[in-house]
């Protein structure tokens, strides 16, 4: 019995590798498996889309995480739905839902320490423009490009979330902006807030030299430990990057923006 279980296992072997032919790693490409699957272009093109479409989504979802560019297979994508009016609209509905949110959430008290947060770049402002020119997220992040960008104090407005801002302020709420951006980038932050219609803000926590090598996770949190150690109450947070809700003392609820352009931990 033994050697005929033997003679089964080597012949179930030789019929895998039949079926299954060998391939280098180096072989192996997204489209060319969607060709495999498809036995077609045109269909490896639709499986694309939805690979691509698939891939956007788990980035929002927080699945796929620490990504240091966006896969060259989708950067086409990447870019026609980041300038699309599905991108708009996608923004307009989360800042909708917060401000239904709005309606009911909060008893505020009236002693000036009931705060909201938001980020800055990709949640008041835009870095679409930036990206447009270096690939859509499909290179490496250059720091020292992207900030010299930053210091020209350009970066449009994100509509939807600048009428938000606006209608949080006038609730009565402190806002609080927590952003990624460097000190040294103050002075242009500042200006291209205020040129963009954003003023009134209650505080800009900028990183010092001390919170660079921190997790952005981190830096974010102990911000909100010091403003809750100081007597604010955050009743919500505005962001596109998860890193901005991660971490505790948190905020009683949370609006994730989309940005499928870069990731930040």
Request: aromatic share 12%.
């Amino acid at each position: 019995m033994g050697r005929n279980r033997l003679l089964f296992l080597c012949g179930f072997a030789v019929t895998i590798m039949m079926i299954c032919p060998a391939s280098s790693s180096s072989d192996w490409n997204i489209l060319n498996q969607f060709r495999k699957r498809s036995g077609g272009a045109v269909s490896a093109g639709r499986s694309l889309k939805n690979y691509c479409e698939s891939w956007r989504f788990n980035v929002e979802l927080n699945n796929v995480r620490g990504f240091e560019v966006v896969p060259q297979e989708c950067i086409d994508y990447i870019a026609k739905y980041m300038t699309s009016t599905q991108y708009k609209s996608d923004c307009q509905r989360a800042v909708e839902e917060c401000q239904l949110y709005l309606t009911s959430c909060c008893a505020l008290k009236g002693d000036g320490k009931d705060a909201w947060i938001f980020d800055v770049d990709d949640t008041l402002i835009s870095t679409l423009p930036y990206f447009k020119k270096h690939g859509f997220g499909g290179n490496k992040l250059n720091l020292t490009s992207l900030e010299g960008w930053m210091e020209k104090s350009k970066a449009p407005a994100l509509e939807h979330t600048l009428r938000l801002f606006h209608e949080i302020k006038k609730k009565g709420f402190k806002v609080f902006l927590i952003s990624t951006r460097r000190e040294p980038l103050r002075d242009a932050t500042v200006d291209n807030l205020i040129k963009e219609g954003y003023h009134g803000w209650s505080g800009l926590v900028l990183r010092d030299l001390e919170d660079e090598n921190k997790h952005v996770k981190n830096y974010k949190a102990e911000a909100r430990k010091r403003l809750v150690n100081e007597g604010y109450r955050i009743w919500g947070i505005v962001g596109d990057q998860w890193s901005s809700f991660d971490g505790t003392p948190g905020a009683k609820r949370t609006f994730k923006l989309p940005n499928s352009l870069y990731y930040i931990s």
